[in-house]
C-alpha cells in the first residue's frame, strides 16, 4: 500500500511540477509584498490565500506544459513507428 502511495506521488509531482510551485510561490509572494500588503481587499491582505493561489496556479501551468511535451513525445513515436 506504501508502495502504491509512492508510486503515485512521483508520478503526480516531476520536477516541471515542482519548479512550478515554487515559482508560483515566488511570484505569489513578490506580489503581495508589492499590493497587497496594505491593501483593503481581503484576498490581497491575506498572505495564505495569495500563496495558495501562486502554488496552485504554478502547479496547474506547468502540469499543462508536462502533459502537451508527453503528447507530443509519444505522437511522434507513433508517427515513427509507420
Known sequence: ???KIREIIK???TLLHIIGIIFGLLLSFFYWYK???YSDNIFRNNIIIILTWGILS???VCDI???????R????CKSNKK
Open 58 to 60: 504554478g502547479y496547474f
Open 73 to 76: 513525445k509519444n505522437d511522434s
Open 11 to 13: 508520478r503526480q509531482f
Open 65 to 71: 506544459i508536462n502533459t502537451a511535451r508527453n503528447y
Open 35 to 37: 499590493s497587497g500588503r
Open 1 to 3: 500500500m506504501n508502495n
